[in-house]
Nanobody, 115 residues
C-alpha cells in the first residue's frame, strides 16, 4: 500500500482559491492513475478529478471550469487548483492512486468554504 499525504486544505471565503497537494513516497506518480475524491458530512464520497497514466485529465461536472489537476513527476506529487470556490465545495478531500489494481488513499485534507 502506497502512503499518500494530502495537504493544502483550509478555510476560504466563497470565490476564493485553494491548492491541494498529494505527495507519494516514491517515483510512481507519473506511471499510474491518480486523482481526488471529496466527502461532505452526511454525503457519499464523490469523485472530483483524475489523471490517467497517459496524462489525460478528467473532471466531475461540478469541478469543470473551476478545478485544475496537475502532476509533477519529479516531485512525486499531484495538485488540485481550486478556484471560484463555493460553499458546496466544503468537504474533506482525499487523493488516490491506482496501484497494482488497488486504489490507495491519502488521509484527507479539510476544505471549508464559508463567509
Amino acid at each position: 500500500q502506497e502512503q499518500l499525504v494530502d495537504s493544502g486544505g483550509g478555510l476560504v471565503h466563497p470565490g476564493g482559491s485553494l491548492r491541494l497537494s498529494c505527495a507519494a513516497s516514491r517515483s510512481i506518480v507519473g506511471s499510474f492513475g491518480m486523482g481526488w475524491y471529496r466527502q461532505a458530512p452526511g454525503k457519499q464520497r464523490e469523485w472530483v478529478a483524475g489523471i490517467t497514466g497517459g496524462d489525460t485529465t478528467n473532471y466531475a461536472d461540478s469541478a469543470k471550469g473551476r478545478f485544475t489537476m496537475s502532476r509533477d513527476n519529479a516531485k512525486n506529487t499531484i495538485s488540485l487548483q481550486m478556484n471560484s470556490l463555493k460553499p458546496e465545495d466544503t468537504a474533506v478531500y482525499y487523493c488516490y492512486i491506482d496501484l497494482r489494481g488497488v486504489r490507495n488513499w491519502g488521509q484527507g485534507t479539510q476544505v471549508t468554504v464559508s463567509s
